[in-house]
């Protein structure tokens, strides 16, 4: 959790800094500008040729419709807040807070009772069987080895292995071929429940 609100401050100072930034740009830039010189006719200075015109009504300014979107300083620190919102998690509500948590803790009590189940460890010697791709299947015999016992299934404990081979093996002057031996897995303590 220290991670996350560490994480949530670093991307608030980093929007923070960058909002100042614009903020500073944009009031050094509407500061009071130099006024530009007017053009020599606003200066009182008429040419003999210039007549005043009588007054006219002024033509009815057009409007032009309206932009979608306005590509100014404002208009992208607008974007960058926007963006903020779907990168930060929404927050729950206290209730909804304590909901989860009771939530949690019920799923995790439940657990603790499937733990709490009587289980006893077993000793003893139940041969492993061998799996469709050839590894030894110990869960059938730690299964063996418990019912054995009077109970119902079992978790292998501990698992020991030996090389059985054919009897022609120890005759004097035999050597020993490829298929003549092989290994064979044995359970030999279980978790029983």
């Known amino acids: 959790m220290p991670d996350r609100t560490g994480h949530l401050f670093n991307l608030f100072g980093t929007q923070l800094a960058t909002f100042s930034l614009g903020l500073s740009m944009l009031v050094i830039g509407s500061g009071a500008a130099w006024p530009q010189a007017a053009p020599p006719s606003t200066l009182g200075l008429q040419s003999p040729a210039q007549q005043p015109v009588p007054a006219q009504p002024e033509p009815q300014q057009i409007e032009p419709p309206p932009r979608d979107e306005n590509p100014g300083l404002i208009n992208e620190i607008g974007k960058l807040f926007e ?48 799996s469709a791709n050839g590894a030894p299947d110990c869960k059938a015999g730690a299964d063996r080895l418990c019912q054995s016992k009077g109970y119902k299934e079992g978790k292998s404990l501990d698992t020991d292995a030996a090389e059985k081979c054919s009897p022609k093996v120890y005759l004097p002057g035999y050597k020993r071929q490829p298929g003549d031996c092989k290994n064979e897995n044995y359970v030999t303590r279980a978790l029983c429940q």
């Open 83 to 130: 963006k903020s919102k779907s990168l930060l998690p929404s927050l729950k509500s206290p209730s909804e807070t304590i909901d989860d948590f009771n939530a949690r803790t019920k799923d995790a009590g439940e657990g603790l009772s499937n733990m709490a189940k009587p289980s006893t460890m077993v000793s003893g010697r139940a041969a492993c069987l061998v």
